[in-house]
């Protein structure tokens, strides 16, 4: 008997990433592909430490079923640890915790999106976002970004056309452009939000993650200098690029109203998110174990993002252009044709794996009318002498 599926299912299709992944267990390989912190970097024992804690000071918390919205201690946490970041108003009860930023993504598909509904997304942007976001029925618009994040004047000529359900960015050093969206832009952005009436999706799981000047305020720290716009926000954060993605927390700031109804659809879904894994994350946070942490992390990824910079300059020449980036765990890249090389990404992964060094080509990043001389490359799991080799290699490969 055959399988009759859901109609929505016809709208995605399996990530071009993940497909990616079959063709990473030959031997030897280097791999600029995935998007993962570097293991090496989690805090073990510290995490360990806050683990023992979490059980030995409230058992019945971390190992219970507990509230939908979240574990209290964690709530409490992650409130201090926002106003460290200039979110200063946010108390605990104006956000739920999340298994990992990701579900945020999801509640709000699912709370927003109605089939034909249209939503405004980066050009390029987060993969799952794109997935997610088609699954519930959206007709995604594309909006053109630059190194300074999305082009502001482009967006709010979108918003005015198409009268979004929302906007969905990632200003800070988003996945997988690595741009920076900039302060004036920002101000731009939450003005537009107030002016047209049109929720904001603020996505920053990288913004902890930068490597010299911090980089702007994010738009919920700027949103009480733009009266309004707090209440067309919301505010997806993770602890899974700075502490461990394992723990699976994340969470989501937003307006009252949408928060119950996010909250209803994970009832629905999970129940809750691991208490365990909240209380670890509470008692981790609690110990003021995350400066130390955060200040590693920015020191080993800003010392490989300068290598790749360095190596492919070297390595690639004009055939390839890109901007430094920031902060973040990654290269967007364009080939340029020069000297007769490719333009064509897609071949040129192809001509890398034979190389045995890996990277994402650009194209399944854009909702629509794909760049195909883009490409991905993260920095994040390769130490500089990997690097240096994978890119290497990449110029043999090109």
């Known amino acids: 008997m055959p399988l009759h599926f859901a109609d929505r299912l016809n709208n995605v299709e399996t ?3 993940r497909e990616l992944f079959k063709l990473l267990g030959k031997p030897g390989i280097v791999s600029f592909a995935g998007g993962f912190p570097d293991p090496a970097m989690f805090d073990v024992a510290g995490i360990q430490e806050a683990s023992n804690k979490a059980l030995s000071e409230e058992p019945g918390g971390a190992l219970q079923y507990g509230a939908t919205e979240g574990y209290g201690p964690l709530r409490e946490q992650l409130s201090a640890f926002m106003a460290t970041k200039g979110a200063k108003d946010v108390a605990p009860e104006n956000l739920i915790v999340t298994t990992g ?10 709370t927003m999106i109605s089939p034909g509904d249209k939503v405004i997304v980066e050009g390029p942007t987060f993969l799952a ?11 995604l618009i594309s909006a053109p970004i630059d190194a300074h994040g999305v082009k502001t004047d482009e967006l709010e000529k979108l918003i005015a056309q198409h009268k979004p359900k929302f906007v969905y960015l990632i200003p800070t050093f988003g996945n997988p452009s690595g741009a920076l969206l900039s302060l004036e832009r920002r101000k731009q952005v939450l003005a537009m939000a107030v002016k ?11 913004g902890d993650l930068f490597f010299g000047e911090a980089p702007p305020p994010s738009l919920l720290a700027l949103s009480p200098s733009v009266p309004g716009s707090r209440e067309l926000l919301a505010h997806c954060g993770s602890l899974s690029k700075v502490l461990s993605p ?13 928060l119950a109804k996010a909250t209803m659809c994970k009832q629905f879904s999970d129940a809750h998110t691991s208490t365990f894994a909240q209380a670890t994350a509470a008692q981790y946070l609690k110990a003021g174990r995350m400066p130390d942490t955060l200040q590693r992390v920015r020191k080993v990824y800003g010392e490989r993002a300068t290598a790749m910079g360095n190596a492919l300059k070297r390595e690639l020449g004009d055939a390839i252009e890109f901007t430094q980036p920031q902060g973040g765990l990654f290269f967007w890249a364009r080939l340029t044709g020069a000297n007769g090389k490719s333009r064509d990404a897609g071949e040129f992964a192809k001509k890398a794996i034979e190389q045995l060094v890996a990277f994402v080509p650009g194209a399944p990043f854009y909702a629509a009318n794909p760049d195909l001389a883009t490409l991905r490359l993260s920095f994040a799991t ?10 290497g290699r990449l110029g043999k490969a090109l």
Do not use: N
Request: aromatic share 6%; with cysteine.
């Open 15 to 17: 990530s071009a990433i």
């Open 101 to 110: 930023s990701q579900q945020a993504l999801d509640l709000l598909g699912k």
């Open 129 to 139: 976002t794109i997935q997610c976001f088609r699954l519930y029925g959206a007709e």
């Open 196 to 206: 047209h009436q049109t929720l904001i999706v603020e996505d920053d799981p990288y």
């Open 246 to 258: 394992g723990l699976r927390v994340g969470w989501m700031v937003a307006p009252a109203e949408l």
């Open 382 to 391: 390769a130490d500089v002498a990997k690097i240096e080799e994978g890119v």
